[in-house]
């Protein structure tokens, strides 16, 4: 079965065409991230316009790398949220059109869904070679969430975050070091030549599985500040010993509260295997870890598939399709969705 995913919540326009679940026949992303990173964050009206500039041309790009036609697609998947509502209403409603024209099943997809079956992409089939329950670690721009995955469809959420999502606070703490715009690759690349011994506080939030990342970005800037490196100055910048010494201990404090808190619920709940998803699942500092620290089979999928792409949307619908959930034309966008 052939799968046409889209991929529009946000700020990558992306469409890909995927088999069986587990085969990508071509994933093609149209980034925004030069167009945003002027503003040090994404511009949701820009994000929606580019969406509707660029998603004609990337289903173009997505058939002619795979060498397929219309009439070798079974289906089609959409991402219906959660996201920017400008971005999503651009998929959604081309991937409607699209599907009706051609007279193809519509499939919505959750997002932070998708980021899960980024993992059943390359080779890996973590509810076969594992077995279920597997522990999920979402961690992206907008979400940081921690779900029990009983069976393939089947979640229970155990911890989300109270305020700021991992990659948000990336992304500020960006803005505060003068390092610039997307945060989460900028941080890790500023902490790579560290060698001092900053330490930066851990919100554990004992007895939950939630996260609260708002407190470190608060703790960043006094520490910045005190050391004279906020507000920037002629003599301090992203290259500065402070700053990279400050990069590093963001990273290492953000990523030790992510995986001791996974680590916990897999032991907790007897899980089989781990999976991490989403554009901080990217993160090295966070793999390695996850890498040291777990005690079953861990999941990540390879950086380009962290990050929102149209194969995990496609993945995602082929396995939705085993459990005959198909939507009707009158599918809506749902920007707050979450694990149910």
Known sequence: ??????????????????????NILSNVIASQVELHARYGGVVPEIASRQHLLEIIPTIRSAFSLSGLGWGDVDAVAVTKGPGLAGSLLVGVNVAKSLAFSKRLPLIGINHLEGHIYANWLEGHDPGAESGFPLICLITSGGHTDLVLMEDIGKYVLLGRTRDDAAGEAFDKAARILGLGFPGGPLVQKAS??????????????????????????????NKVKDRGVYPLTGNSGPDSTTVREMASAFQESVSEVMAVKTIDAARRHKARGIILGGGVAANSKL?????????????????????????????????????NLWDSWDMDIYPNLGFS
């Open 192 to 221: 790579e030549g560290a060698k001092g011994t900053e330490i930066l506080p851990r919100a554990w939030l004992k007895g939950t599985d939630d996260f609260s990342f708002s407190g470190i970005k608060t703790a960043l800037l």
């Open 287 to 323: 793999r390695a870890m996850l890498r040291d620290m777990s005690p079953v089979a861990l999941y990540i999928p390879s950086p380009s598939l962290c990050t929102d792409n149209g194969a995990m949307i496609g993945a995602a619908g082929y396995f939705q399709t085993r459990n």
């Open 1 to 22: 079965m052939i799968i046409l995913g889209f991929e529009t919540s946000c700020d990558e326009t992306a469409v890909s065409l995927v088999e069986d679940g587990r």
